[in-house]
């Protein structure tokens, strides 16, 4: 529940403190006080949009801070949505502050974290359930009907939409596969052609490389041959060749080594000299003899790196791209020509998955149906009290295609006297119906719901008398099982309070702000007998507002 709010350059609101209670806590005062400024700015912490002009003249920005204490069947969903946002949990408690800059750009806390409106607004949905004089307009909208008439079933949708998910996902699969099954005549024999021409080139990876080398020695066969001729007679067979020349340092060192031991390592090192000077004459020798001006030889290797140009320029950038190009243009083939066995085996995981979600959704259906009638009985039982004794809601359900949702739509629709046709809410039913209407869902759903506080801002427009204390009887029933906030001129409905505010206007410094006070017992009673009688207070008031008290408390 909110437990504490404090709002701050919020318009009208300088600095105002309310601590909240459970139960029903009811804010009065004359219009334009500012009650619906605490009501906007609880809006804020639900993800609500800010106004531009919200922060007070002269300052930069508003804030607006609040601690809920979070019970313990809405604590596991609360934490998983921390979780998701990288918000450390505080135990039962959270803290949201949103501030508002002037131009409407904002900033939001979760429990001292920077977040965003939108993640608060997935915990504000658990956190308040907001009916004000214009919120309740979203009874119309009929895409609304359906989660509440689960709500009152008790229906949880998770394994549904799993496998509805799991359905749409085998039917996509197959819709692709069928639409790649269907590829043109003319595609398919490009396809079989590429795959020709690589194979006829039996490409093997790693020759693109030798075939640059032998055309390299190819080539070059006269500039190579004389090199090898100079280095070989360097290296070995020439007058002062290398060999010869460490052969004879080789035995200086050894004579020297007799008289200075300490040249044996270098005695080593010449010796391992003169072998790898040998066998580099030898590589030389051999690389030698392998030389041929072969002119054919150079035309059949020049030909062939052609041709795997020509193919690299047509399909890959690389031999082995273009080999793995072949693969996958057989695999489709492959899949092409078996296209019917591997459709039917696409076709019968969809309709397995179908299957599947059908039942589960059916199940939902009988559920809704049943929900349904026993939602209606109630919901209509509390419209006689409320003074629409002529009124008939009626829950009309009608088939519609497989989604998470189920297989049918729901619309509320409402009889407003007898005798007269049920037509959907937004053609009937007015701005009074349409919030005792609501009033009417909050009493029948406090027990399912999970919210954890109800406001209601001036729900009570247009009613008086014997209504008005039918409609303060009920909103104390949701109190009962929710905190509710409720804002009011009806003295009927203040009489039920369990924690009573009084919201005013004072001039300070030449300036105009809001005070909220709480009002204890006497001040409860007077302004109970204030709203009974206007601004002077008579005795009859007093005690007409004395029995009101009395008889709502004891409810």
């Known amino acids: 529940m909110l437990k504490h709010l404090r709002v701050t350059n919020f318009a009208l609101l300088s600095d105002v403190a309310v601590e909240f209670e459970s139960g029903l806590n009811v804010l009065t005062g004359e219009t334009g006080a500012g009650k619906s400024l605490i009501v906007e700015a609880v809006n804020l912490l639900r993800g609500g949009r800010a106004s531009a002009d919200i922060p007070r003249t002269g300052e930069k920005e508003a804030v607006v801070e609040a601690q ?103 039917r996509e699969a197959f819709s692709v596969a069928k639409e790649n099954s269907n590829l043109e005549a003319e595609k398919i024999e490009y396809m079989r052609y590429q795959i020709g021409e690589i194979d006829n080139a039996n490409l093997i990876v790693g020759e693109e490389i030798e075939l640059e080398e032998s055309r390299g020695k190819l080539a070059n066969v006269e500039f190579l041959s004389t090199t090898c001729q100079n280095l070989d007679s360097l290296l070995f067979s020439g007058e002062s060749a290398a060999v010869d020349q460490l052969a004879k340092a080789t035995k200086y060192l050894e004579k020297l080594t007799h008289h200075a031991p300490v040249l044996e390592e270098a005695l080593k090192q010449c010796g391992e000299a003169q072998a790898l000077v040998d066998e580099a004459a030898r590589s030389v020798q051999s690389f030698a003899s392998e030389l ?55 076709q019968n995981k969809m309709a397995e998955a179908e299957v599947a979600a059908m039942k589960v959704a059916k199940g939902v259906r009988q559920s809704r149906k049943k929900a349904s009638k026993k939602l209606v009985s109630q919901v209509n039982r509390a419209l006689h009290e409320l003074g629409m004794e002529a009124a008939a809601l009626e829950a009309k359900i009608e088939d519609s295609d497989l989604s998470e949702h189920g297989t049918e739509k729901v619309e509320f629709q409402l009889s407003s006297n007898l005798g007269e046709k049920a037509k959907p809410l937004g053609k009937i039913a007015s701005g009074g119906e349409l919030s005792r209407i609501t009033l009417a869902l909050k009493v029948v759903l406090r027990a399912a719901d999970l919210v954890a506080s109800y406001v209601f801002d001036e729900v009570d427009t247009g009613i008086s008398g014997q209504t008005a204390e039918v409609v303060g009887r009920q909103i104390k029933a949701v109190s009962k099982e929710h905190q509710v906030i409720c804002v009011t001129h009806l003295p009927q409905i203040a009489a039920y309070a369990d924690s009573h505010f009084h919201v005013e206007k004072s001039e300070t410094k030449g300036r105009t702000e809001t005070i909220v006070r709480k009002l204890n017992k006497k001040d409860h009673l007077d302004e109970v007998a204030r709203m009974l009688s206007g601004k002077a207070v008579t005795k009859a008031a007093r005690a007409n507002a004395k029995q009101l008290i009395a008889e709502a408390q004891a409810v």
């Open 68 to 170: 809920f204490e979070i019970a313990d069947s809405l604590k596991e969903k609360v934490d998983e949505i921390l979780h998701d946002a990288g918000v450390a949990s505080e135990g039962p408690e959270l803290v949201v502050r949103r501030i508002i800059h002037r131009g409407g750009r904002s900033r939001t806390y979760i429990n001292g974290t920077l977040s965003t409106a939108k993640r608060l607004g997935q915990l504000g949905v658990l956190l308040v359930d907001l009916s004000g004089q214009h919120e309740h307009q979203g009874l119309v909208d009929s895409g609304t009907h359906r989660s509440i008439l689960d709500s009152f079933a008790g229906n949880d949708l998770t394994k549904l939409s799993g496998l509805v998910a799991e359905w749409k996902k085998q």
């Open 292 to 346: 041929e001006d072969d002119p054919e030889a150079l035309r059949r290797v020049e030909e062939r790196l052609d041709v795997l140009s020509q193919l690299k320029r047509r399909h890959a950038s690389s031999i082995e791209e273009v080999i793995e190009l072949a693969d996958n243009l057989r695999a489709k083939l492959e899949k092409h020509d078996n296209r019917d066995a591997f459709l039917e085996t696409l």
